[in-house]
């Protein structure tokens, strides 16, 4: 915008002191100057002149024409598929490895090293860094990025590539390259994390499908299920949820009614055994500038085994001595890892990766498949779709919302420039129109619908206009002097043809850099640059004869044969 206004000073001041310095002698000898810059475009103004005219008198026939192509690029739409950024190369790659959970740390660390020794054989690593268990204490970010591990049944393994010209596949490339070579071990999990999806939006994976509800076990019954029908999707990698495997543990289940008469609390038992197995921080030692927490609870010989823990003392208000075993239950099961909620309703997650296909028509197919799961769900059950579909939907709706304020206000500066409302519409009739193009140019060059996609279609609206304003503004001036109607259309299309070729072909030819660039960041900018150049050729085009089309429409010029 700043760059725009500062060149319309320059336009309307630099430029017109330059042509009076330098083409001075030309504008002296009006005859040779005309001579020298139009002599060689005459030939191309009279073949233009010759087609407009043939289009004037067919105008049915070339609409009707422009409108198929319209309606075929936008049925053509959903094969493109659609994603929410362009996947890009970050010289990195992270590999998560999920071993059965209650697995030692020793067992863990044997699994990562054979990992570590197959990675290290790739010729595109250049170096690794291997996490094998918790490291203790997990940063807050860690875990919301779901970068720290869960347990001793859990590691990491990162791995920095070489620089992207220096080899031949890319990160996703050479983490499918890795799979195919990764050891077959049983209950064992090699999921690759999406480090792309954290950087923008902390999702922890490209597909994210949120299951609400209550009853974890529930929960984890339709996430199975669900999981079970997705199996299968092209596309789908690492697929798994987060309720998949439970924590093995024991569950203490207090009888209430034999509490109760005994005159203890649930709250009360629950804090004694908590104190006397975890502990509770009772003060704090100081000394110096540094302070220990101060924790008490039980000695290790009286909180080591199960029989200890029953035997755990709780002093009813009677002042009365009962034990654990007394009041309780205590069974073996399994737990969830992590309990996680969402707008203060129990969440669970099934997630999953992508290879090889575009996130739209994943999705596409994944709502295919669990559609009939969904009508079948319990009362107070609910499917919705997270990650990055979700980041992708909520920006595809604020940019269809930014284009059409766009259109809104160009509208309003050429009906105030032209002083009428109809003439604004005929030349914003090839914005639309321009879609045939960026459909074309992302189906040459191979690439989904995305966000620098919609970004260029916006930016597209704003210049595709400036062609057609050029023309009508002539055509309209040759009517106010006077000029038959048919021949001020033709006579103004035809002067007007250097300067729309100019521009449109500056500006396309500016972009191509861009779009052929295959530097780092490249594929950020070429769908931007792709949707400009294809949209801009189209409505270049359009310009030349569909806008004229209309405006004879519009004004009721006749072009038919007498």
Not at 515 to 527: F, H, I, K, Q, V
Request: overall charge positive; some cysteine.
């Amino acid at each position: 915008a700043f760059s725009l206004i500062a060149s319309l000073f320059v336009a309307l001041t630099i430029v017109p002191l330059f042509v009076s310095l330098f083409f001075k002698s030309k504008i002296e000898d009006p005859k040779a100057g005309k001579k020298l810059l139009w002599r060689e475009f005459t030939g191309a103004k009279n073949f233009y002149r010759n087609l407009l005219h043939k289009a004037l008198q067919r105008r049915g026939l070339v609409l009707a024409g422009a409108l198929g192509l319209f309606v075929l690029s936008i049925a053509i739409i959903p094969f493109l598929g659609t994603e929410f950024m362009p996947s890009t190369d970050r010289d990195m790659i992270l590999l998560r490895v999920k071993l059965p959970v209650g697995t030692s740390l020793e067992e863990t660390n044997r699994v990562m090293s054979l990992v570590e020794n197959l990675m290290t054989q790739q010729p595109e690593i250049s170096i690794l860094s291997v996490q094998a268990g918790s490291p203790g204490e997990e940063s807050a970010s860690d875990m919301a990025f779901g970068m720290s591990s869960a347990g001793s049944h859990e590691g990491f393994i990162w791995a920095g590539l070489v620089h992207k010209s220096q080899r031949k596949l890319s990160d996703a490339e050479v983490m499918e390259k890795i799979r195919t070579k990764l050891p077959r071990l049983e209950n064992t999990k090699f999921e690759s994390v999406d480090i792309e999806q954290m950087m923008m939006g902390g999702a922890q994976a490209p597909v994210e499908i949120k299951i609400f509800g209550t009853d974890l076990d529930q929960l984890k019954r339709i996430a199975d299920a669900v999981v079970a029908k997705i199996s299968d999707v092209q596309g789908l990698r690492d697929l798994t949820h987060s309720l998949a495997k439970g924590k093995p543990e024991y569950q203490i289940k207090i009888d209430r009614e034999r509490a109760s008469q005994l005159g203890l609390m649930l709250s009360q038992v629950a804090n004694t055994v908590q104190t006397a197995t975890l502990g509770k921080v009772a003060t704090r030692y100081r000394e110096g500038n540094e302070e220990v927490d101060i924790r008490v609870r039980f000695k290790e010989q009286f909180r080591n085994s199960l029989d200890e823990i029953k035997n755990i003392p709780l002093i009813t208000p009677l002042n009365k001595t009962v034990y654990l075993d007394q009041i309780v239950a205590i069974e073996k099961g399994e737990g969830p890892i992590q309990i996680t909620r969402e707008n203060q309703a129990r969440r669970i997650s099934v997630v999953a990766n992508i290879a090889g296909r575009n996130l739209g028509s994943v999705v596409r197919d994944i709502k295919r498949r669990i559609e009939g799961l969904e009508k079948t769900l319990p009362a107070g059950y609910f499917i919705e779709y997270g990650g990055a579909y979700e980041q992708m939907s909520e920006a595809f709706v604020v940019l269809a919302g930014a284009l059409a304020l766009s259109l809104l206000l160009i509208y309003m500066v050429m009906a105030s420039e032209f002083e009428n409302f109809l003439h604004p519409f005929v030349i914003m009739f090839t914005i639309p129109l321009g879609l045939i193009g960026v459909v074309l140019g992302l189906i040459i060059a191979g690439r989904p619908v995305n966000l620098p996609v919609w970004i260029g279609f916006i930016l597209l609206g704003g210049i595709a206009v400036n062609n057609g304003i050029v023309m009508i503004d002539y055509v309209n001036q040759l009517i106010r002097k006077g000029i038959e109607k048919r021949e001020a259309v033709l006579l103004g299309c035809a002067t007007r043809l250097r300067p729309v070729l100019l521009t449109a072909l500056t500006t396309i030819l500016g972009m191509l850099p861009m779009a052929l660039s295959t530097s780092e960041g490249a594929e950020m900018r070429a769908p931007l640059a792709i949707t400009v150049m294809g949209g801009l050729t189209a409505t270049t085009f359009l310009t030349l004869f569909v806008v004229p089309i209309i405006y004879s429409m519009v004004n009721r010029i006749s072009f038919k044969k007498a």
